[in-house]
């Protein structure tokens, strides 16, 4: 059993909990730890995400009116080996991309759209260069 006390919890609202459930752990490959109509919660490594959807406790309205929603630029950040092969991989099964890959001195990276907008960075580190010797 997943100890939560051990994770990091995310909370993403979403528009649809059972897509984005199929989104999770068909594309990105994560488990699911609990899943109601309203809301989800599905785990990779360490890392739970929260899947909130309209009729969650999460989703209902604050005091002021406002209603919470998906998207925004907060974002998971996963770490891939082979980040070619990875979008490739995520466009053969439909995956749709906020932007085109970005590369730095860091590495590279794209951002994933659940879909609900959410985003997920998929990051490849770049490599360290060989220590030289003295």
Avoid: C
């Avoid at 604050?62 to 092969?85: F, Q, T």
């Amino acid at each position: 059993m997943t100890d939560l006390n051990e994770m990091v919890s995310v909370r993403y609202m979403v528009d649809d909990v059972p897509a984005s459930v199929d989104f999770y752990t068909k594309l990105l490959g994560f488990e699911v730890l609990n899943a109601f109509p309203p809301f989800a919660d599905v785990a990779r490594g360490k890392l739970r995400l929260l899947l909130s959807g309209p009729m969650s406790s999460a989703g209902r309205a604050m005091s002021d009116g406002e209603k919470p929603g998906p998207g925004g630029w907060n974002r998971i950040h996963l770490l891939v080996d082979d980040i070619d092969a990875e979008v490739a991989r995520l466009t053969a099964a439909g995956g749709k991309f906020r932007n085109a890959m970005v590369e730095g001195p860091g590495g590279k990276q794209i951002l994933l759209l659940d879909p609900s907008g959410n985003i997920i960075e998929i990051f490849q580190p770049a490599p360290f260069p060989a220590a030289k010797p003295a």
